[in-house]
């Protein structure tokens, strides 16, 4: 019995079925040429095996004192230098104090975080004020104003909240040595401490008997009249000064009469800004807010690749700039060594801090 089959002969049905496999081969060739291409042209990013790990964006949340001057040139710096280190997603946020605080009271909540950085003396103390859980790292902040906030607002800073910070100021130990290496044959440092600088006597006499120096100090309590006094009194015993960070000493209306007053007495004094070498001293070290983020930077990076990685201890910066006033080391006849053997020796020599 003949049978007969509905639809299409069978020589047909194989034309069709070799036509088909040949038109999806050239489809997934063309797929992937173009793929190939888009990826040459940069188009195409490719995920990266930590990013499959966390689908979820690190979220960071900068806190810049004002979106002007030295913080927005730290915060560009910053978010560049993540773009390049960070292997996963960064979802960065900023807001100024003033931003942070309306948008608190607007929400009624803290805008929500993995990681928080306050950039500048003015936005760490507007965050510590805030009672959140939220790890913080403080940025462009000098050691003792870090401690001065942790104590301050002891009850938002618990020992499980992790905190840490990238002090502006570097340690007293590389001050010291800095001082030793700039003016080697001035061996008797004077250091004036004001309020926010006299918890330091302890560590700089550690410093001092490392480096092999002898140092003489004065206290300032009461700001102005008792600066020139103390400093009077510190010329006497002392051949170089080092400037500390304390506002209370060493401010816009001090500085420009402290100077003048070293010159005088050809005492040259080692400063911790580059305008202060410009103003006067002999030299100054200091570290830049390009050095400072690009530091910064690795630090996030590795926090954002690894969620479980805790955060590194308070610490200076290892990288740093000097400068010298050489026409103030002529006039003290003052025979400044080789920059590039100073910095080589306070490299070699690099201590994050004291105690």
Known sequence: MAHTFAGRPPDTTRKERRYSNAHRARSWLLRV???AWMLAAGLLIPVSSTANEHPDPYRLMLIPSANTGLYREFTDSLTHELR????APIAISSFTPIELASSVDRNGTFPSADLIVPIGAHAA?????YSVDTPIYFALISENTY???VTRFRQNFPPERPR?????DHSLLRQLQFTHLIAPYRNTV???LGPETQRSRQALESAARIVGVKIEIEHVQNGEPDIYKALSRLLDRADVILALPDPTVYNGRTIGDILLTTFRRKTPVIGFSRPF???G???ALYSTPLQMSQELAHIIANLSNNRNAALPMPGTPRDFSIDVNFWVAQSLNIDVPKLDAVRRRLMETFTPQLN
């Open 33 to 35: 040429v173009c793929a």
């Open 84 to 87: 390049v280190l960070a292997h």
């Open 125 to 129: 103390m507007s965050v510590a004020t």
């Open 147 to 149: 401690r001065s906030i």
């Open 164 to 168: 840490s910070a990238l002090y502006l």
């Open 190 to 192: 004077g250091i004036l």
């Open 277 to 279: 070498a410009k103003a």
């Open 281 to 283: 001293a002999l030299a």
